[in-house]
């Protein structure tokens, strides 16, 4: 842009107060984008400040960073300083019941970094995040505000603190980034039109540890280790401090099943053995109960804004499963597509344009990834146990190697490109339509030409009979699997 163009958009930016609500990863990512703008920021946080809590509730969980996310950190020079503190991760390890190990990777040999998948833990970054944001003159982090309620007509918000007292703001601009359980969602419920699900899967997830082998890490840790068991799955995912973060995902049933230690040890000896010297008999009885299973639910709602006063990111706007390790690059996303709006239309909030727009554009892409997510753990904990499956991946490999343009897996799609997330899906079902239809054709053509030569010269049926068995027995085999 012009330079007198830049001055004039920045002194409009700077007489507008933006008010950021949650102060989670997207909530801190969110507030340098609108302070980079030059807009007076506040931040609400309804927690203590997380940096100096001497006790944090709840679990910092292990996050996937992945190219979307990457770029948005970038946006805001945050990138190469949040991927410093994470573990490339190059491909899944499957684990069998056992015990071998088998690889997939997520790309092919020689594929530069941006290929890679990087496993962060949520409280550290969530710690550098704020601490980037505070380095902004106009931006305000306020901790232990806990909103009680707002006005879409009018943008004043009022807070309460842990000390009793209450304070209000007049806002130009309220970002909800609060959260699946957001509480500015709440006024959106109160709205016609406003379209809402939530929808608890019936699988919990459980974490224990696996602790470091002689000051190592006791696996491979460039790997997404996953031990999957049809119905059910664990995954194990490295931290710096060489330990790996393992995750139980199994239905509630059958968490509750298991009510002893010895139903614990009879339990991993059956699905997951290889896991019992690593983590410890001891530590795997003690752990096992040390919490409860937690509950997962995935979040829908449409539209993100009301008017030109509120606008809705991340979870508060789309809570997914973890199963794509795309919820955090959601989120994300969300904050580099508004930005890339606001230089559309020179920051212009007054004309209901910016807000319905960035509506428009990204609720189909993150119900996308709210329907991706859920198919995925299916793939995880059952699909790669298929051979049909590992076929299809390698093939899809070998197409994608020789055919870029026409071909890309769709995990590509998602995870190493922008590409918007419902165009990912109907060019995968358009690309499954073409290689399933390729398959079928190329089977009738062989079949074909098999009928040919047999016609022609005719084969000594009783010597075909016993390997014809043999052939159809593993074929049917295939089948199963």
């Given at each position: 842009?012009?330079?007198?163009t830049?001055?004039?958009?920045?002194?409009?930016s700077?007489?507008?107060?933006?008010?950021?609500?949650?102060?989670?990863?997207?909530?801190?990512?969110?507030?340098?984008?609108?302070?980079?703008?030059?807009?007076?920021?506040?931040?609400f946080?309804?927690?203590?400040?997380?940096?100096?809590?001497?006790h944090?509730k709840?679990?910092?969980?292990?996050?996937?960073?992945?190219?979307?996310?990457?770029?948005?950190?970038?946006?805001?020079?945050?990138?190469?300083?949040?991927?410093?503190?994470?573990?490339?991760?190059?491909?899944?390890m499957?684990?069998s019941?056992?015990?071998?190990?088998?690889?997939?990777?997520?790309g092919?040999?020689?594929?530069?970094?941006?290929?890679?998948?990087?496993?962060?833990?949520?409280?550290?970054?969530?710690?550098?995040?704020?601490?980037?944001?505070?380095?902004?003159?106009?931006?305000?982090?306020?901790?232990?505000?806990?909103?009680?309620?707002?006005?879409?007509?009018?943008?004043?918000?009022?807070?309460?603190?842990s000390?009793?007292?209450v304070q209000?703001?007049q806002?130009?601009?309220?970002?909800?980034?609060?959260?699946?359980?957001?509480?500015?969602?709440?006024q959106?419920?109160?709205?016609?039109?406003?379209?809402?699900?939530?929808?608890?899967?019936?699988?919990?997830?459980?974490?224990?540890?696996?602790?470091?082998?002689?000051?190592?890490?006791?696996?491979?840790?460039?790997?997404?280790?996953?031990?999957?068991?049809?119905?059910?799955?664990?995954?194990?995912?490295?931290n710096?401090?060489?330990?790996?973060t393992?995750?139980?995902?199994?239905?509630?049933?059958?968490?509750?099943?298991?009510?002893?230690g010895?139903?614990?040890?009879?339990?991993?000896?059956?699905?997951?053995?290889?896991?019992?010297?690593?983590?410890?008999?001891?530590?795997?009885?003690?752990?096992?109960?040390?919490?409860?299973?937690?509950?997962?639910?995935?979040?829908?709602?449409?539209?993100?804004?009301i008017?030109?006063?509120?606008?809705?990111?991340?979870?508060?706007?789309?809570?997914?499963?973890?199963?794509?390790?795309?919820?955090?690059?959601?989120g994300?996303?969300?904050?580099?597509?508004?930005?890339?709006?606001?230089?559309?239309?020179?920051?212009?909030?007054?004309?209901?344009?910016?807000?319905p727009?960035?509506?428009?554009?990204?609720?189909?892409?993150?119900?996308?990834?709210?329907?991706?997510?859920?198919?995925?753990?299916?793939?995880?904990?059952?699909?790669?146990?298929?051979?049909?499956?590992?076929?299809?991946k390698?093939?899809?490999?070998?197409?994608?190697?020789?055919?870029?343009?026409?071909?890309?897996?769709?995990?590509?799609?998602?995870?190493?490109?922008?590409?918007?997330?419902?165009?990912?899906?109907?060019?995968?079902?358009?690309?499954?339509?073409?290689?399933?239809?390729?398959?079928?054709?190329?089977?009738?053509?062989?079949?074909?030409?098999?009928?040919?030569?047999?016609?022609?010269?005719?084969?000594?049926?009783?010597?075909?009979?016993?390997?014809?068995?043999?052939?159809?027995?593993?074929?049917?085999?295939?089948?199963?699997?």
């Amino acid at each position: 842009r012009s330079i007198s163009t830049m001055e004039e958009t920045t002194s409009r930016s700077s007489s507008k107060v933006v008010a950021v609500v949650g102060g989670g990863l997207v909530g801190a990512l969110n507030a340098c984008f609108f302070a980079k703008r030059g807009f007076q920021v506040e931040l609400f946080e309804a927690r203590e400040d997380i940096r100096r809590a001497r006790h944090v509730k709840g679990r910092s969980i292990n996050l996937a960073l992945s190219h979307r996310g990457r770029q948005a950190l970038q946006h805001v020079g945050m990138e190469e300083k949040i991927v410093s503190q994470g573990i490339p991760m190059n491909a899944r390890m499957i684990h069998s019941p056992s015990g071998k190990l088998s690889s997939i990777p997520y790309g092919k040999k020689g594929q530069v970094d941006f290929r890679k998948e990087t496993c962060l833990m949520c409280r550290p970054v969530r710690c550098f995040a704020l601490t980037e944001a505070e380095t902004y003159p106009n931006m305000q982090l306020n901790f232990d505000h806990k909103l009680q309620d707002w006005s879409a007509e009018t943008g004043l918000m009022t807070f309460a603190r842990s000390d009793g007292s209450v304070q209000e703001i007049q806002a130009d601009l309220i970002v909800g980034c609060d959260g699946a359980f957001s509480a500015i969602r709440k006024q959106f419920l109160r709205r016609s039109r406003f379209n809402y699900s939530q929808t608890y899967i019936p699988h919990g997830y459980m974490e224990l540890t696996m602790p470091p082998v002689h000051g190592e890490f006791a696996m491979e840790p460039n790997y997404l280790h996953i031990w999957p068991r049809n119905t059910f799955m664990m995954i194990a995912l490295p931290n710096l401090d060489k330990t790996f973060t393992c995750t139980l995902f199994m239905p509630f049933e059958e968490f509750e099943k298991i009510t002893t230690g010895e139903e614990v040890m009879e339990f991993f000896h059956r699905y997951f053995p290889d896991t019992i010297p690593l983590i410890g008999a001891d530590a795997l009885k003690r752990d096992y109960f040390r919490l409860p299973a937690q509950a997962m639910v995935s979040v829908k709602c449409s539209p993100y804004h009301i008017g030109d006063k509120c606008v809705l990111m991340g979870d508060a706007a789309h809570a997914v499963v973890p199963f794509y390790g795309q919820g955090m690059n959601a989120g994300f996303e969300d904050c580099v597509v508004f930005d890339e709006m606001m230089e559309q239309f020179k920051e212009d909030l007054s004309k209901c344009v910016v807000l319905p727009e960035y509506t428009r554009v990204r609720v189909p892409d993150d119900h996308a990834i709210a329907d991706l997510a859920m198919y995925n753990y299916v793939e995880m904990r059952a699909h790669v146990n298929s051979r049909w499956f590992l076929f299809r991946k390698l093939l899809d490999s070998f197409l994608y190697a020789i055919m870029p343009k026409t071909i890309i897996p769709l995990y590509t799609m998602v995870t190493f490109t922008r590409t918007p997330y419902h165009e990912a899906v109907e060019r995968w079902h358009w690309q499954n339509k073409v290689i399933n239809g390729g398959l079928l054709l190329g089977a009738t053509g062989a079949a074909l030409g098999v009928a040919c030569v047999l016609i022609k010269n005719p084969p000594d049926v009783n010597k075909l009979a016993g390997p014809a068995e043999k052939l159809w027995s593993r074929l049917m085999a295939v089948g199963a699997a």
